[in-house]
């Protein structure tokens, strides 16, 4: 990227602290809480944790606390070092680094529910559009094949809304109907990430399915602030003071100024009594501006504004962390999400609607 005086790049901030723990040791109802009786979870693309923070439960955001949910995390794989390191740091032990394309997964720990983000990139608006084409539009197979495997009662995918749109609908009906011939009836759901209290604005595509031998489905999560969104100063306006490192990985973010080509992706200044702009894992330097300081938004600003808690720690460069924060599926949201697997799963709240008129919707385009 250049920048407008023509001079060098100046390089980003980086934090040089040595982070010996995380998220899970400071945190000891998260990692004491009681999930003997706990569905077992397999994770896939797990990234840092982000979705599996949201289904386990027990952390603060914003001075409110999401409670435990009935889950355990058995195994979870991902094949990014930096996602391995950040979720073991963070999260647990139970994350292997492992190439999702070429696993046998046979091999895989057993569970009563499947998640996974699988990766989006082929099927982003701001990517190749590739879809199903793609290397990457591909991994969604990885959990096909688990499916086939172990049977697992229920399974969760999720990835970006333009899945629903390329090509009228063709990849989504085609990922459904794999998902389907493995045994399983297969909803989506399109939630919009303000509504369960984020203050940025983001929407994601989450795919749920049910083996068939079981009765019903999850009840779709309903945020409380449809109507009553959290601008971005909700979420990080306590920050502006905070210079150093007294809240983590504040004082790490990219000093660039304004690129003066590449039609200013990026570049956008937040604004007050808005929602803040979409953290992207591959902004490559160009996170949007703060709405009052003269700079980018720090690591923990973009953390934050993905409702991750203080004390997720973040321990690698600016754009290595912001990658995993990009990616990663808002806890918040995963927590709302989770609530209504449990509940389905303990029996508590089933929604007996029939499973086609949304699908069809979408796909008839
Ligand atoms: C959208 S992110 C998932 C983020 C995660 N759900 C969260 O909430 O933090 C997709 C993840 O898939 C991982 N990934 C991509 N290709 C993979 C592969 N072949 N095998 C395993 N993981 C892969 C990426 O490293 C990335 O962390």
């Not at 009935?70 to 963070?90: M, S, T």
């Not at 499947?114 to 082929?122: E, K, N």
């Amino acid at each position: 990227m250049r920048r407008k005086d023509g001079q060098k790049k100046v390089q980003g901030i980086r934090s040089k602290a040595v982070f010996d723990c995380g998220f899970r040791e400071l945190n000891p109802s998260f990692k004491n809480a009681d999930r003997s009786n706990a569905h077992s979870v397999v994770s896939m693309f797990s990234g840092c944790g982000g979705l599996d923070l949201g289904l386990l439960g027990g952390f603060n955001y914003k001075g409110t606390y999401f409670d435990v949910n009935p889950f355990r995390i058995e195994a979870a794989y991902d094949n990014l070092n930096d996602a391995v390191q950040a979720y073991k740091l963070n999260i647990g032990d139970e994350i292997l680094e492992t190439d999702l394309s070429t696993v046998d997964t046979k091999q895989l720990n057993p569970a009563s529910v499947l998640v996974g983000g699988f990766p989006c990139q082929d099927f982003s608006s701001s990517g190749p559009k590739s879809g199903l084409n793609g290397k990457r539009g591909q991994l969604y197979l990885a959990m096909r094949d688990y499916l086939l495997d172990h049977r697992p009662k229920v399974f969760l995918g999720e990835n970006v809304p333009y899945l629903l749109k390329l090509d009228k609908g063709r990849h989504i009906k085609k990922i459904i109907g794999d998902f389907e011939q493995c045994g399983y009836k297969v909803k989506f759901w399109e939630l919009n990430c303000p509504d369960f209290g984020l203050s940025q604005s983001r929407k994601r595509v989450i795919i749920i399915g049910v083996r068939n031998d079981i009765a019903g489905f999850p009840v779709r999560p309903r945020g409380d602030y449809e109507k009553n969104f959290l601008p971005i100063e909700y979420a990080i306006d306590d920050l502006i003071e905070v210079t150093d490192e007294t809240v983590v990985n504040q004082s790490q973010y990219f000093v660039a100024t304004k690129a003066t080509s590449g039609g200013g992706q990026g570049d956008h200044s937040n604004v007050r009594g808005n929602l803040g702009y979409c953290i992207r894992a591959n902004s490559r330097g160009r996170i949007q501006f703060h709405y009052q300081l003269d700079r980018r938004l720090t690591v923990r600003e973009c953390a934050r504004l993905q409702s991750f808690p203080d004390e997720f720690v973040f321990p690698f460069s600016t754009q290595r962390n912001l990658t995993l924060i990009g990616n990663a599926v808002p806890p918040i949201v995963g927590h709302a999400i989770a609530k209504s697997l449990a509940r389905f799963l303990s029996g508590e709240q089933i929604d007996h609607d029939s499973v086609m008129p949304v699908i069809q919707e979408v796909l008839e385009v």
